[in-house]
């Protein structure tokens, strides 16, 4: 139900964001380039985010790029099947630089001191280890795509909000990191435990 309920969220992104990416496909513009752009925003984001401790104002900045860096990091995909351009190099790099990015924001954050050390790497890790387990399973068979509430959609929208309360309420984003550290790691959890359900049945199923 879950996976059901994701695909659905994804093709009502893909209608909203149709025109979009019917324009960057006349443009000939490739889905790489719209991976990299992902990449470059949340670099810049995360630059933000280190500034935001001395300059508040930083803060919207940081937000304004986190939300175009999540938003080409969802058009990439409708891009490369629009174009009929999708492959395994595509798909590996696209996961690799979200990764990356993702851990570039946060580790600015930390840097910046706008959280305390332990919220912030408990955040960063938690949320890494929700794509891991996912796609740990995939090559056995266990999809755990929607498996779950704090996947990265999420955990952009919960970091957005923090971040333009934050130059109001200090406390904002170390909240949110205290959120998406303990909410991750029931993500975390809870797929672990659909995937061990999902592999002892196929077991079961096997010797029987």
């Known amino acids: 139900m879950a996976s059901r309920r994701r695909k659905l969220e994804e093709e009502v992104f893909e209608r909203l964001s149709v025109g979009f990416i019917e324009r960057?496909?006349?443009?000939?513009?490739?889905?790489?380039?719209?991976?990299?752009?992902?990449?470059?925003?949340?670099?810049?984001?995360?630059?933000?985010?280190?500034?935001?401790?001395?300059?508040?104002?930083s803060y919207f900045l940081a937000v304004i790029f986190l939300a175009l860096s999540g938003f080409f990091d969802a058009v990439d995909g409708a891009v490369a099947r629009r174009l009929k351009m999708t492959s395994n190099l595509g798909a590996f790099l696209d996961s690799v630089f979200d990764k990356l990015g993702e851990a570039a924001i946060y580790v600015a954050i930390i840097a910046s001191g706008a959280v305390s050390a332990f919220w912030g790497a408990l955040a960063l890790t938690s949320s890494l280890m929700v794509s891991y387990v996912r796609h740990r399973a995939e090559p056995l068979g266990v999809n755990l795509k929607g498996v779950g509430f704090m996947e990265r959609a999420e955990r952009i929208i919960l970091l957005i909000i923090a971040s333009i309360i934050t130059p109001f309420i200090k406390q904002a984003l170390e909240i949110s990191m205290i959120l998406i550290a303990v909410l991750a790691m029931i993500t975390v959890a809870w797929r672990m435990i659909y995937a061990i359900q999902t592999l002892g049945a196929g077991t079961s199923h096997r010797r029987s």
């Open 24 to 57: 960057l496909s006349r443009l000939g513009i490739k889905p790489m380039a719209v991976t990299a752009l992902a990449f470059i925003t949340a670099l810049v984001s995360a630059a933000c985010y280190y500034l935001g401790a001395v300059t508040p104002a």
